[in-house]
C-alpha cells in the first residue's frame, strides 16, 4: 500500500489471492496479461514467464490469450491469469488454451471481477458468476471458485466511488476485514484449477 490506500475491491482481491497462491509448489510460472512481475514475491518458482498482447512491456511471449500456439503445451507449472477474464471476448477459449500449456496436474490461478465499473484496456466485455467460471472451467479436473468481498463491501466500493470517496478511501483497510463465508454480493472471485 503507498501513500493513498488500494481500494476495497483490491484489498478484498488480494486478501483471498494470497490464500490460493499459498498453495503453490515451485515450479515453471507463466503470469499472463501482466504488463509487470507483481507477483514474483508470492508465487514460489523456478521460472518465471510473462505472455501479454502488447509488445512493449516486455513480456517473454507476445501472444493474444486465445491462441497460444506460440507457447510451448504441457509446459507449465502454474498460469497465473489475475483480472484477466472480464478482457477476453472469449472466455472459455482462452482458459482452455492456458489448460493445453499447462503440465499435467497443473494449476491455473485465475480472477475477475463481478461488481465493478466498466473499465476497457483495452476492452470489457464480461461479469461472471460461481455458475459461469465453474463452466469455462470444467475442462479441468479441480476447480475452487473462490468469492471475495460481500454486502457490506460492495455497498462500501459504490459510496467510496461518490465525491466524497478520497476521504472514505482511507477506511478500507478496516472495511476489507469483515469476511462472508457467503454472499448474493461478491466483488469478484478467485478460481484455483487444476488440470
Known amino acids: 500500500m503507498g501513500f493513498f490506500p488500494n481500494s476495497i475491491t483490491r484489498i478484498s482481491f488480494e486478501n483471498e489471492l494470497k490464500e490460493q497462491l499459498k498453495k503453490l509448489k ?7 496479461g501482466s504488463k509487470d512481475s507483481p507477483y514474483t514475491k508470492m508465487i514460489p518458482f523456478t521460472e518465471y514467464k510473462r505472455l501479454d498482447i502488447v509488445k512493449k512491456t516486455k513480456p517473454d511471449y507476445v ?11 504441457n509446459h507449465f507449472d502454474t498460469v497465473i491469469a489475475t ?16 489448460r493445453k500449456i499447462l503440465k499435467e496436474k497443473g494449476v ?5 471481477r463481478f461488481f465493478y465499473h466498466y473499465h476497457p484496456d483495452p476492452h470489457d466485455y464480461y461479469r461472471f ?3 459461469s467460471l465453474r463452466y469455462i472451467f470444467r475442462n479441468f479436473k479441480y476447480v475452487e471458485v473462490h468469492h471475495h468481498g460481500n454486502y457490506i463491501q460492495t455497498l462500501w466500493q459504490l459510496i467510496n466511488t461518490g465525491k466524497f470517496g ?10 476489507a476485514k469483515i ?3 457467503k454472499t448474493n454480493y461478491p466483488l469478484g472471485f478467485v478460481i484455483y484449477a487444476v488440470k
Open 63 to 73: 501472444a493474444d490469450l486465445h491462441d497460444l500456439r506460440s507457447v510451448p503445451k
Open 26 to 32: 515451485p515450479g515453471k510460472v507463466l503470469d499472463v
Open 166 to 175: 478520497f476521504v472514505l478511501h482511507w477506511f478500507n483497510p478496516l472495511i
Open 108 to 112: 491455473c490461478i485465475a480472477s475477475t
Open 129 to 131: 458468476t460461481w455458475d
Open 179 to 181: 469476511k462472508s463465508d
Open 83 to 98: 483480472e484477466v477474464l472480464e478482457h477476453l471476448y472469449d472466455p472459455e477459449k482462452a482458459v482452455e488454451e492456458i
